[in-house]
């Protein structure tokens, strides 16, 4: 299949929902670069996440979220996947939806917590009970992210490939963002 992606295409969700991984897997099947406003982030500040968590607050990584957000939906058209607290700012919600479209990678909680568990890389797992940390996150967030314009369910069973192809399925319902061409 060949297509014309005709805006950005911006994975949201949790922690653990396959945002990075299904992201790089859309990207390549769509042939459009892949993005990770977080590793910009990273890389303009030459900090990781939670060092600037830890020496500005993040309240300051919010803000830098969201000026870098906003100038890889003005690059060229790609895949962007954000961290699991961008799309809970409401200034990031309406821009995502206004400059491209919101693909929430919808997970249940044991199955986020079977893939984040075993990792150190999450600042905001850092607690003395990070399941319970989770589920609190978990709770907060899934109401927000079902505002996202489109959503894939995750199934633990699926393998990247199937993801990228489910949510491939799920764009191809918006012909302003994703056109299938003949081959």
């Known amino acids: 299949?060949?297509?014309n992606v005709?805006?950005?295409?911006?994975m949201v969700g949790m922690m653990g929902a396959g945002k990075t991984a299904v992201g790089q897997a859309l990207a390549a099947l769509l042939e459009v670069p892949f993005l990770d406003s977080d590793e910009e982030i990273v890389r303009a500040a030459n900090?990781?996440?939670?060092?600037?968590?830890e020496r500005d607050g993040?309240?300051?990584?919010?803000?830098?979220?969201?000026?870098?957000?906003?100038?890889?939906?003005?690059?060229?058209r790609a895949i962007l996947?954000?961290?699991?607290?961008?799309?809970?700012?409401?200034?990031?919600?309406?821009?995502?939806?206004?400059?491209g479209v919101a693909v929430l990678l919808r997970a249940d909680l044991e199955l986020?917590?079977?893939?984040?568990?075993h990792k150190d890389t999450r600042p905001l797992l850092r607690t003395p009970d990070p399941?319970?940390?989770?589920?609190?996150?978990?709770?907060a967030?899934?109401?927000?992210?079902?505002?996202?314009?489109?959503?894939?369910?995750a199934h633990p069973d699926y393998t990247i490939a199937q993801m990228a192809e489910a949510v491939i399925n799920v764009l191809k319902t918006r012909p302003d963002v994703l056109e299938e061409l003949p081959e």
């Not at 967030?141 to 369910?153: G, H, Q, T």
């Open 112 to 117: 986020l917590w079977n893939r984040v568990k």
């Open 81 to 99: 996947s954000t961290g699991g607290g961008a799309f809970m700012a409401e200034r990031n919600r309406r821009m995502i939806s206004e400059r």
């Open 141 to 153: 967030r899934v109401p927000i992210y079902e505002l996202a314009d489109l959503a894939v369910d």
């Open 58 to 76: 993040e309240a300051f990584f919010r803000d830098r979220e969201t000026e870098v957000i906003g100038r890889l939906l003005d690059g060229e």
């Open 131 to 139: 399941k319970a940390t989770l589920t609190e996150i978990y709770d």
């Open 1 to 3: 299949m060949a297509f």
């Open 6 to 10: 005709k805006k950005s295409i911006v």
């Open 47 to 53: 900090m990781t996440i939670a060092e600037i968590f």
